[in-house]
């Protein structure tokens, strides 16, 4: 599938429209016993659940979308459902919304890899909630920590790198896939990559497709730091997360903003996602070969190798 | 005491006439047989006096206002007073100003500490000045290094992050306690924390009020580097800025000129400032019990251990 | 030589002429049996040898330009010979042109020197091809590698932070002389070290015209990594070249360009080039002392130094 400048333009007007649209008017499928943003395994599409902590000032969301949480149909649905249901104003709860929300993941070895491109790239309605969720993070009163101990490559890693801080266990695999797979970490990760590690180190990685463990991704600032064991990671997420929780929601929220205004413009991000878009046709030659060395998406050796070893890169290539 | 939006239209017109009026219209205290920007314990309010180096070229300031050299009423004005001798064409001495200007503490345990909120958020005038210092350190021609070895927290920490660089001994302790007292690290503060940590650790630290010792400061990049003694610590600095003090003004004019480039706009500098006054009202709901605790800002346990536990954070909020 | 703020101005329009011009007019001296980006020692003025590594995808090119690979009028013009022969259509062969080049040195001891500043600051031809040559680094869709084990100082470094990233050897030494010569690493060179180091670093290295070792650099971001021995440089600079190049050269583009639109303004790129020309007079007091010191540009102690001792320094200010 092709898409015209028409098209293009349309894509990014919808864009906005996604990310101004008062979310009262969207449909909720959420329990209605529960707050607006807690999950159970039968809310949704059951990818995400959720435990309130701190009196309901931290919310810890655990990922659970076997094999290999694909941010795919089921789990982008739930997630951006989850993410409109903390916009300020959008539900009439009057119970406060979680200060601070932690991504964390039921399945060992993976955190959140990375969408199926034709799933995405071939629908308007995904395409515009996988943008929008990232803008999501970056723009909500929230303070989202990312827990991760497993995979978060590809769009997970785009997802992780936009949370305001993450911090690694000892089966943390971090890193972009899109370059070898023809196309590019887009939609504010390549943004996000460059000032956690600076052009030079995010054109290294990015470039050559590499992934990285938890120590080399706390070295170079991929994630704030990397913990020896699983359980030191919770403890000290958790120790973090209440502490920030004590504070004031307006002093939280006027920080994230001065440090968020060191992100990318919505130009720059808007053009990421018109390369996506432009290179879709080139990147449709490698698709094939990778859902067959990966099995269709499942957690096989060649996955679990993350693109690792030149070798299976090269197999991309035969 | 709240602020319309017609006074914060105000300040921000006096802002701009703060950094741009011509500096000799200004009253001047000092000792008409020193320099301009040479201090003794008799000039202004004394908590700060000068030792000239290298011949004129590097100047040491030392601050001096006990028991925490509390950036409070006279601080504020002596520092003011002494940046404004430093503005090229602001006097009518034909001794050039020096090329580098050291910050060191006279006290130990602390470098500088916090402004008192009451005192610059319901004092116009104050305000203004504290406004108006970090912009003069981002502008000046002198290269200004701080030389911590003692707190450097809330104002305090937003002055040396706006210093060219900063060095730290093994009494240092760097952090903005703004946000666990209802406030943010604004006026440049955040921009700055951003800039040197990265948005993702600024985060971190910011958002959950911590404070870093000086070798964790050093690896992520808050200070330039550490020293483990005291000595080893003024020494490195003098020897520095010596070398810097060798070189032609004009050349260390124009590549401060070009870092600075990169600091944060105007506009975003008087966001942070916009949040500071809309926040002002939630933060003197915790500012009593904050001074309770400290005993009014002076040198006792709590005041030392810089919001560093969780209890002690809590007590702020009991 | 002084420049009025007519040439000024008129140097600034010849710059984006430069920048824009169809490669295909210019002269070419190349021997036309080889491809356009192809070296021997007989091509141009015999500074740069290139070597086709991976069926042509990755291309070593060798720097060659004794006795310090002074960038001066020959390497000057080779140089941007090189880079001009990579434009997308500046020539009609249907080789396409490597995905990555490594640019490495055949001498021991320097990677890059400077310019001699009388040759480029007095000549407009010569100028204009040292302000173009970054830019086309910044610009091409080539990946660029610099592989350094032995001197990039000066315009030497300023071409070192503008490729997309740098490895270092053992003998690597990396910094700006330029302020202590009364000059500013201007043309990109404060920016991207900046963009490396963070303003507080690059503040205190490039305002002491410090150099640093491998190690050092890799520490603060200078270059991406550091390796002990010349040999595991570079194997592990052509492991990453040949990966990189296995990958689509759309995705590769992309992710540059993404990654590119973090680098400075081209009016900042302006700003920093205009106070190079304004502070040339006060360089001309200088330049005769480092020309005498160093022996007309000749590796003998004084240049072998890198002014990494005061005591050389201060030879340039008796």
């Not at 390549?190 to 000032?195: A, D, E, G, L, S």
């Not at 440090?259 to 432009?278: E, F, H, K, T």
Request: charge should be neutral; charged fraction near 15%; proline fraction near 5%.
């Amino acid at each position: 599938m092709m898409f015209s400048i028409t098209q293009l333009f349309l894509f990014v007007l919808s864009l906005k429209f996604v990310q101004s649209t008062p979310l009262a008017q969207r449909s909720t499928s959420y329990n209605q016993t529960l707050l607006p943003w807690e999950r159970t395994s039968s809310t949704g599409y059951g990818t995400l659940t959720t435990q309130v902590q701190d009196n309901g000032a931290v919310l810890r969301v655990t990922i659970n979308n076997p094999p290999i949480n694909l941010y795919g149909v089921k789990l982008l649905n739930d997630m951006s459902q989850f993410l409109n249901s903390l916009v300020p104003g959008s539900t009439n709860v009057s119970t406060p919304a979680p200060k601070v929300v932690i991504f964390a993941s039921a399945l060992p070895g993976f955190w959140m890899s990375t969408t199926n491109p034709y799933d995405t790239a071939t629908s308007n309605a995904l395409f515009n909630l996988a943008v929008a969720a990232p803008a999501l993070l970056r723009t909500l009163p929230t303070i989202f920590i990312a827990e991760i101990d497993g995979r978060a490559t590809g769009s997970g890693n785009e997802f992780l790198v936009q949370c305001d801080m993450g911090f690694a266990g000892p089966d943390a695999i971090v890193g972009s896939l899109e370059v070898a797979i023809g196309g590019l970490e887009g939609n504010g990760g390549i943004q996000y990559v460059v000032r956690r590690l600076g052009m030079a180190r995010a054109a290294e990685y990015l470039l050559s497709s590499a992934s990285l463990d938890a120590e080399t991704a706390a070295e170079v600032g991929w994630v704030n730091r990397a913990y020896k064991t699983s359980q030191q990671l919770t403890t000290s997420v958790n120790a973090l997360a209440s502490r920030i929780a004590l504070f004031d929601a307006g002093a939280l929220n006027a920080t994230k903003t001065g440090i968020r205004a060191n992100g990318p413009s919505s130009d720059q991000v808007a053009a990421d996602i018109a390369s996506i878009l432009r290179l879709f046709p080139e990147e449709q030659v490698l698709l094939p070969k990778w859902l067959t060395l990966s099995q269709n998406l499942t957690a096989n050796e060649f996955t679990l190798g993350a693109l690792r070893s030149v070798g299976e890169v090269e197999k991309l290539y035969q």
